[in-house]
């Protein structure tokens, strides 16, 4: 009686039907808004991430080749409230009040001396407290000299790393910490040459 045997169509919708029922997606309750818990979670991250980190734009060339303009840059700010910044960290922070810089400008640049040292440009390099610097991420050597400039307690001194088309520590002097609003963590986006 083969007439009442299942065909095997019949058999492979039987054996998928019972498949499915243990697919963890079976239900499509994973897609479900997460709740209230899920959304304090949310908020929680979302008031970390705008407390502790920043996204950046690069406007100039002052820092190239280590950022080109039109770089978008991720900013940690939570490792200055612990330690001070290091010799060449790159950080941003305000601009000092000077001639035609408003306050909410926003620079970035790298750290060459901190508090206690003596710093020096001339014959196409930097003098930190009389060591010439070896600095492999410059584009190319300063044409400009400085004075000797002692950084006071509570100070940094910073360049930008195109040391020739750069407003830096060079022409305002030592940067006050205060001024300091993080370090450089990453670049996230570099847009393509056309």
Known sequence: MSFLRPSAVNNFFLTSATALKW?????WGFLRWPG???LLRLLVLVLLW??????RFIPSS???PTLRVGDRIIIEK???YLKVPAINDIVTFRAPKQLGITGEDVFIKRV????GDFVQVHHGSLYVNGIAQTEDFIV???AYTSNLTYVPEGHVYVLGDNRNNSYDSHVWGPLPMKNVIGRF???CYRPSNK
Not at 23 to 27: D, F, G, R, T
Not at 112 to 115: G, L
């Open 78 to 80: 939570a490792s200055y």
């Open 140 to 142: 190319e050597r300063p």
């Open 50 to 55: 705008s407390t502790f980190s920043e996204l």
């Open 23 to 27: 697919m963890p997606c079976q239900s």
């Open 112 to 115: 060459v001396a901190k508090a």
């Open 36 to 38: 209230l818990d899920g």
């Open 185 to 187: 963590v990453t670049c």
């Open 62 to 64: 002052s820092m190239y």
